[in-house]
């Protein structure tokens, strides 16, 4: 299971890979930009529900968090 140190780094580095700006990614998934910095900053960590979201719109597999070592 990805470290929740770690999984900030990967939420925002998969972001800028896309080409999404937290603007974009807080807009699409009806939360505010400082709740994504704070994702991506590992202040807080979204819940299940966002957290799957967040996984969909990024296309991360989430099975790929889980089974990350």
Same mark, same amino acid.
């Given at each position: 299971? #990805?470290? @929740?140190?770690? +999984?900030? *780094?990967? &939420? @925002?580095? $998969? =972001?800028?890979? &896309?080409?999404?700006?937290?603007?974009?990614? @807080?807009?699409?998934?009806? #939360?505010?930009?400082?709740? %994504? =910095?704070? *994702?991506?900053?590992? %202040?807080?960590?979204?819940?299940?529900?966002?957290?799957? $979201? &967040?996984? $969909? +719109? +990024?296309?991360?597999?989430?099975?790929? +968090?889980?089974? =990350?070592?």
């Amino acid at each position: 299971m #990805v470290k @929740a140190s770690d +999984l900030g *780094w990967i &939420l @925002a580095g $998969r =972001r800028e890979k &896309l080409n999404m700006t937290q603007t974009y990614i @807080a807009s699409s998934m009806g #939360v505010s930009e400082r709740t %994504v =910095r704070n *994702w991506e900053t590992c %202040v807080s960590m979204p819940n299940f529900i966002d957290g799957l $979201r &967040l996984c $969909r +719109l +990024l296309k991360i597999n989430p099975m790929d +968090l889980i089974n =990350r070592r």
